[in-house]
Structures are given as C-alpha cells and as structure tokens.
Nanobody, 128 residues
Framework: QVQLVESGGVSVQSGGSLRLSCSAS????????MGWFRQSPGKEREGVAA???????IYADPVKGRLTISQDNAKNTLYLQKNSLKPEDTAMYYC??????????????????????WGQGTQVTVSS
C-alpha cells in the first residue's frame, strides 16, 4: 500500500524559508513521478512542482524561480525548498505520486485525483 507522509510545515514571517519533506513507502521511486500541490482557503488545489524518477523537473509558472523540488531515491523522500515566502504562499501543501510524466502529474492530477496517491498535507502559514 502506497503511503505518503509530509512534514516540515511552518508558520513564518514574510521573507522566510521552508523545506518540506514527503516520505514515501509502498512502492519504488522508479515506478512513479512525484509532485507538490497546495490549496489555500477557498481555492482549488493547484500543482506547484513535479519531478520524474530520472530527476527531470517542472514548475508551475507562478512559482518558478522561488522554489526547488528534489528527491532522494535512496530514501524514497521528496523535498520542496522555498525561499522568500510571501503571505500568498499560505496553504496546505500536499505531496502526491502517480504514473506517467511529471508534466501530466502537475497539470492534470488535481482533476483526476484517483489516478494517484496523496499525503495528508502539511500547513504553511506566512504572515506579513
């Protein structure tokens, strides 16, 4: 059974940084691509970044240049490093894993959530 567990959620002031982790179990890292999603109050869940098993990455346009997605295949762990946090970054951040490409995962998994696996989320709150 695939399980994804996020950690690293923070409550910080604007300008701060975060590093989220997602520990995966129940599958091998070469079988799926993985990604980070976020959902702010009153908004739909959206893709933030995704990574293929070979390390290829894709980022959503609004966050390009301000964050880095990475993975440690040996530890089956996904990371998200984000600097220069802004209040609009406040959201519940979710880790997901799914088949196919990172591009498909980032752009389409939220519309087809049953095609992948989701963690329970970790809260990031940025105050001004």
């Amino acid at each position: 059974q695939v399980q994804l567990v996020e950690s690293g959620g923070v409550s910080v002031q604007s300008g701060g940084s975060l590093r989220l982790s997602c520990s995966a179990s129940g599958y091998t890292s070469s079988s799926y691509c993985m990604g980070w999603f976020r959902q702010s109050p009153g908004k739909e869940r959206e893709g933030v970044a995704a990574i293929d098993s070979d390390g290829s990455t894709i980022y959503a346009d609004p966050v390009k240049g301000r964050l880095t997605i990475s993975q440690d295949n040996a530890k089956n762990t996904l990371y998200l490093q984000k600097n220069s946090l802004k209040p609009e970054d406040t959201a519940m951040y979710y880790c997901a894993a799914g088949p196919g490409t990172s591009g498909w995962l980032l752009l389409h998994l939220t519309r087809h959530p049953d095609f992948g696996y989701w963690g329970q989320g970790t809260q990031v709150t940025v105050s001004s």
